[in-house]
């Protein structure tokens, strides 16, 4: 299981200053204590926010302040509370002290809330001191600091967007083109062996994990191959990038190909070949591929979307990721009417 983790610091805002102050009347000297009370500083809290799906974004901003309270006034005015920030975090979430290790929370769903870092306490203004014997208090208190605290996010990465193709299709050049992640990359097949994950940024807010599988080759829905051990992996993203390999080298044919694919995936489950996907024509950098686009174009008439890229030099890459993230956020949503 992929985890992503991020380390960050919270600090709640500290709580306001009570003050002492004394009522300003004629002929009295000191005309009651009237000293207001600080106001609480505001809390750190997270809320789970299923546009979010990766904790990347937390690697580029780790420190999280909520504002102070205000110092009372006279009057027996309580200064202003500090403001509450909120902080989204995709759902599954898991919020652990960085230094103890306990768990603070756990975001599960869209909307989940807790309070990881609170405020202050306002202090108490000299109004609250007031006795029999001591009618004019000079005594008040000081706003308690905020909470702070150094946590560790966790959150175990389901693929969202799954890599299908047959071998050599250039899968995992593909996912170390667009991620940190380090797949093994060789001109023979079966290279892949196990599942790699990465992690996909597009933007602030915008990222998804993309999963690459060893390739699938006729046969793997009865076990030919290793990709079918995989398949269950595919089953869970949301969405499908189908690698070709359009140079057509050692005699193959893309066209071909994609429909050999497309059929392991239907014997497998039929859910499979039904699930949103789109088409990346790769290799567009070796000469002999411009033909087949052409043809794979024709044959798939408007029923899949092909991007044209070269996961060598990259180029149309970054549009076919749009495209990815553009479908899932549809598939998100749709999911959601139900
Ligand atoms: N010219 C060219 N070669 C590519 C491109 N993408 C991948 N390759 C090459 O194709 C071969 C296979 O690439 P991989 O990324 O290992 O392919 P894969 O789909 O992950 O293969 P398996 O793991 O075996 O299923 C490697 O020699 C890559 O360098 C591309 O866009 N252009
Ligand atoms: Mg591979």
């Given at each position: 299981?992929?985890?992503d983790?991020?380390?960050?610091?919270?600090?709640g805002?500290?709580?306001?200053?009570?003050?002492?102050?004394?009522?300003?009347?004629?002929?009295?000297?000191?005309?009651?204590?009237?000293?207001?009370?600080?106001?609480?500083?505001?809390?750190?809290?997270?809320?789970?926010?299923?546009?979010?799906?990766?904790?990347?974004?937390?690697?580029?901003?780790?420190?999280?302040?909520?504002?102070?309270?205000?110092?009372?006034?006279?009057?027996?005015k309580?200064?202003?509370?500090?403001?509450?920030?909120?902080?989204?975090?995709?759902?599954?979430?898991?919020?652990k002290?960085?230094?103890?290790?306990?768990?603070?929370?756990?975001?599960?769903?869209?909307?989940?809330?807790?309070?990881?870092?609170?405020?202050?306490?306002?202090g108490?203004?000299?109004?609250?001191?007031?006795?029999?014997?001591?009618?004019a208090?000079?005594?008040?208190?000081?706003?308690?600091p905020?909470?702070?605290?150094?946590?560790?996010l966790?959150?175990?990465?389901?693929?969202?967007?799954?890599?299908?193709?047959l071998?050599?299709?250039?899968?995992s050049?593909?996912?170390?083109?667009?991620?940190?992640?380090?797949?093994?990359?060789?001109?023979?097949?079966?290279?892949?062996?196990?599942?790699?994950?990465?992690?996909?940024?597009?933007?602030?807010?915008?990222?998804?994990?993309?999963?690459?599988?060893?390739?699938?080759?006729?046969?793997?829905?009865?076990?030919?191959?290793?990709?079918?051990?995989?398949?269950?992996?595919?089953?869970?993203?949301?969405?499908?990038?189908?690698?070709?390999?359009?140079?057509g080298?050692e005699?193959?044919?893309?066209?071909?190909?994609?429909?050999?694919v497309?059929?392991?995936l239907?014997?497998?489950?039929?859910?499979?070949?039904?699930?949103?996907?789109?088409?990346a024509?790769?290799?567009m950098?070796l000469?002999?591929?411009?033909?087949?686009?052409?043809?794979?174009?024709?044959?798939?008439?408007?029923?899949?979307?092909?991007?044209?890229?070269?996961?060598?030099?990259?180029?149309?890459?970054?549009?076919l990721?749009?495209a990815?993230?553009?479908l899932?956020?549809?598939?998100?949503?749709?999911?959601?009417?139900?």
């Amino acid at each position: 299981m992929f985890v992503d983790s991020a380390k960050i610091f919270v600090k709640g805002g500290d709580g306001g200053n009570g003050i002492v102050a004394f009522q300003r009347e004629k002929y009295v000297p000191f005309g009651g204590p009237s000293g207001g009370d600080g106001g609480n500083g505001g809390d750190v809290v997270f809320r789970a926010d299923e546009s979010l799906r990766t904790l990347v974004d937390f690697k580029h901003r780790a420190h999280f302040k909520a504002y102070r309270g205000m110092h009372g006034q006279g009057d027996n005015k309580t200064g202003k509370s500090g403001k509450h920030i909120v902080v989204s975090v995709p759902p599954g979430t898991l919020v652990k002290d960085a230094d103890s290790g306990e768990i603070i929370a756990d975001l599960v769903k869209h909307g989940d809330e807790a309070v990881v870092a609170r405020g202050g306490r306002g202090g108490r203004g000299n109004q609250h001191f007031a006795s029999a014997t001591n009618k004019a208090p000079r005594r008040c208190e000081d706003g308690q600091p905020g909470e702070e605290r150094w946590l560790v996010l966790e959150l175990k990465l389901l693929a969202d967007v799954g890599l299908t193709g047959l071998p050599n299709a250039g899968k995992s050049t593909l996912l170390a083109s667009v991620s940190a992640a380090r797949p093994k990359i060789a001109d023979y097949p079966f290279t892949t062996i196990q599942p790699n994950l990465g992690v996909v940024k597009l933007d602030t807010g915008r990222s998804f994990a993309l999963v690459d599988i060893p390739g699938l080759i006729e046969g793997a829905h009865e076990g030919k191959g290793l990709g079918h051990r995989f398949l269950r992996h595919v089953e869970r993203t949301k969405v499908l990038v189908h690698v070709l390999d359009m140079s057509g080298q050692e005699g193959r044919d893309p066209v071909a190909d994609f429909h050999t694919v497309q059929q392991e995936l239907e014997a497998y489950n039929p859910e499979l070949s039904r699930r949103p996907t789109i088409i990346a024509a790769n290799k567009m950098d070796l000469p002999e591929s411009e033909d087949n686009l052409e043809r794979l174009k024709v044959a798939l008439g408007d029923t899949f979307k092909v991007y044209a890229v070269s996961a060598v030099t990259r180029k149309g890459v970054k549009e076919l990721m749009y495209a990815a993230a553009d479908l899932l956020d549809q598939v998100s949503a749709s999911q959601l009417d139900k």
